[in-house]
């Protein structure tokens, strides 16, 4: 279950950074962060981010059981 928790933790930081670069360069470049419907893509970005987090806290709780066990 370690290892399990490892990469699910690893898979999660990592859908996160990607999630948080991708909102940075939407909103920081001048054609995107025209577009009317920023706020509809923010939410997405977002998503995407508490998903990663969900994910990276999902592979914490498979650490912290195994190391009960």
């Known amino acids: 279950m370690a ?3 490892l990469w699910a933790n690893a898979v ?3 859908i ?3 999630a948080t670069l991708l909102l ?3 909103t920081t470049n001048q054609y995107h962060s025209a577009i009317q419907d920023i706020g509809s893509i923010a939410i997405a970005y977002l998503g995407l981010i508490l998903l990663g987090i969900s994910i990276s806290v999902t592979g914490v709780a498979l650490l912290l059981r195994s190391n009960r066990d």
């Open 16 to 18: 996160s950074i990607v």
């Open 12 to 14: 999660g930081l990592l």
């Open 24 to 26: 940075f360069l939407h």
């Open 3 to 5: 290892k399990v928790g």
